[in-house]
């Protein structure tokens, strides 16, 4: 049986180096990223990524740097004006030098906010990934679980779904759980819904990231983060965890433009925001954050 998608990671490649992650094996090919509609530069770019060889531990300023070299190479050839960073639960290690401004990512909204603002409900027994949303009172169809929307669904009506259910649980809007649940806590002071969209500067989307690498249990707990990050749907594809997708190297991504990547094996995470749709640069960046390096 097929599950319909539109995510990018639905349809990828899996590298044969890193086929003993249950993320990386499960990848089929995806004819997107592999078309030529994308530009000249993120190719050669991608081959320059093949080619440096860089330290798997962030924690090394010399890997860290090498890391970051690799990274701004493939953005600067593809997209030069497109936002980005990378980091580790340490914080950012490399990125665009942000001024603080408040960036549009209303695409990241079930992922900021709905995804944890779910977690925590869990996390308090006030929700049950398994219990049909009828029997908390809310309007879905017969069977409908919080599992089933997270794993099975995607797109704007599975988000509504549960955004109600959130919101019925508690007496309080989306914006408001998420702002006290979840970004005031980590400090994500400029994040915040306005103008129909969700916005918040880089630094925000950084200190969410790092807590999800982190070993730190709040606000989102480790138990909600380890239960999402992986596989949910058996042998149904393609393959999701908990609202996030599978992907190359060990990381699980959710997103287009813009799009973050985690990957808990190698303690790191990474966000781009392109300024026009991604084409090959979605997973040339991917590969230059995350991809294993040769060896010298």
Known sequence: MTLQSDHAD?????DTAARADVADAVMPTDGAERAGGGRGAATAGAGRVADA????DLADPVGAVCVAERVRDVVQGADPDAVW???GPGGVHGGTAGDGSALD???LVPVLALWPVIGSLVAENELRLHTPLAAYGVEAEPGVTTHHL???STGPVAHAALTRLAEHLTGSP????AATRIWHPLGMTGTRFADGTLRAPLADLGRFLVHLVSSVDHPVSRAWI???LRIRTGELTPSRGLLWHPSRHGTWSYGEAPAVWVSPRLHRWAILLPTHPPGPLRQTFRDAAFAPTPSP
């Open 105 to 107: 990512v209303g695409g």
């Open 10 to 14: 639905a349809a990828e490649p899996a």
């Open 174 to 177: 989306l914006a408001e759980l």
């Open 53 to 56: 060889v860089c330290g798997a």
């Open 226 to 228: 380890t239960e999402s």
């Open 85 to 87: 960073a990378f980091g």
């Open 150 to 152: 997270l794993s099975h």
